[in-house]
């Protein structure tokens, strides 16, 4: 095994920029929260990055990417990082390691927009790394570890169905069992700061040239297709929401950066099997399908405070999708049925349903027990007074 400095290079900077990603959810959801509740809405991205930086190195890695078992989990091969070194094949082991770390570190911050504005810290953390261990790392080891689904031929460039579906889907599950907030429905919880949100969207965008680029595990052409249909996507779903919300009264600034989102979701599974002008045509339906999955969820009443599901999941589903539809062999090895391939696109569906079932019923079933066991969710009171006092003894100074 050779390592590769260029290759070294660009996925260190990579890996960089994946962890950027992690606070810059969090300034996302946190410019979307009450004013009494940023800092614990930022914190919470924090926590994520440390619960599962810890649990990664401790096990987490192990399970997700050590020896196979029966297509299921990983062994504990790899256990405190036992054997994972400075050697590799174009890259060290320890940095593929990391790589990978920070994708569950955002997995997991994504999720913490179901518990907005009302989880008790010390519930989130033992939720946190149930969460990490029981759903994202067998996930991981499906898709990207050798598990049933690589054996399938299911494939997921950057993380559609291992990060997206599985936090979006989990974040839906999680919010059924915490509950609405405390006047949810009843009275304006507008967000309080909307540029702060753009910032973090501009953060989460920059990052994900890393997010996705980098998934190619060396800098070469594939990295650099991903990288440019990452950016066409991006912009598209932003148009795309945009243009519909538009119709409905005022293109907002904040649907915009959703669409965005929508569209990195989306080519996250793709963007080592499609070109530029599918690119154009994920972004634009995941930005129009995620933003209908919004109002579905206001109809609905349903209090998954800063859309996680409506954005994530739907648009990672999409994307998983459309790998079956748009991928050119030429670029990823595989093809779609626009290339006259159809088995893809079953195995793609497949993988999305499969995920999307697990995901929502295990976290279901974590949420339930932790909330039996310690509570889930702060008192009234505290939730009344904000939880950057209540849980941090902290506040915002006018």
């Avoid at 969207?201 to 991903?226: E, I, P």
Wanted: proline share 2%.
């Amino acid at each position: 095994m050779v390592l590769d400095n260029g290759d070294t290079a660009f996925i260190l900077i990579c890996t960089a920029l994946v962890m950027l990603m992690t606070p810059g959810v969090g300034l996302f959801y946190g410019g979307l929260v009450r004013r009494k509740n940023l800092i614990s809405m930022v914190a919470l991205s924090f926590v994520a990055l440390s619960i599962v930086t810890l649990q990664w190195v401790f096990f987490g890695y192990s399970l997700a990417f050590g020896p196979d078992i029966s297509g299921i989990i990983g062994s504990f091969t790899f256990i405190g990082l036992e054997g994972v070194g400075t050697t590799g094949d174009g890259i060290p082991d320890l940095l593929f390691m990391v790589f990978q770390m920070a994708f569950a570190a955002i997995a997991l911050a994504i999720v913490t927009s179901a518990v907005a504005e009302r989880v008790k810290l010390s519930s989130f953390i033992v939720f946190g790394l149930l969460w990490t261990t029981l759903i994202y790392d067998p996930i991981a080891h499906w898709v990207w570890g050798g598990g049933w689904a690589a054996q399938m031929g299911i494939v997921d460039f950057a993380g559609g169905i291992v990060i997206h579906i599985s936090a979006g889907f989990s974040a839906l599950a999680l919010a059924l069992v915490i509950g609405k907030r405390v006047g949810f429905g009843q009275y304006s919880m507008d967000p309080h700061n909307i540029p702060m949100t753009l910032l973090g969207g501009a953060l989460l965008w920059f990052g994900w040239f890393g997010f996705n680029a980098g998934s190619a595990l060396a800098a070469d052409g594939l990295a650099a297709n991903a990288f440019v249909v990452t950016n066409i996507s991006a912009a598209s779903g932003a148009l795309a929401w945009m243009g519909a919300s538009w119709v409905r009264g005022k293109p907002s600034s904040l649907g915009m950066i959703s669409g965005a989102i929508a569209g990195l979701g989306a080519i996250t599974p793709a963007a080592g099997f499609v070109g530029p002008l599918a690119a154009v045509v994920i972004g634009t339906v995941s930005g129009l399908l995620c933003y209908y999955a919004l109002l579905f969820r206001i109809r609905k009443g349903l209090d998954e405070s800063l859309d996680a599901w409506a954005i994530h999941g739907v648009g990672g589903f999409w994307g998983t999708l459309s790998i079956g539809i748009f991928a050119i062999a030429s670029i990823g090895g595989v093809s779609g049925l626009i290339a006259g391939a159809g088995e893809q696109f079953l195995l793609q569906a497949f993988g999305a349903v499969a995920v999307t079932v697990f995901s929502f019923a295990g976290t279901y079933v974590i949420a339930r027990c932790v909330d039996a066991l310690m509570g889930l969710r702060v008192s009234e009171d505290e939730e009344y007074v904000g939880l950057d006092i209540s849980q941090h003894g902290e506040s915002i100074q006018v």
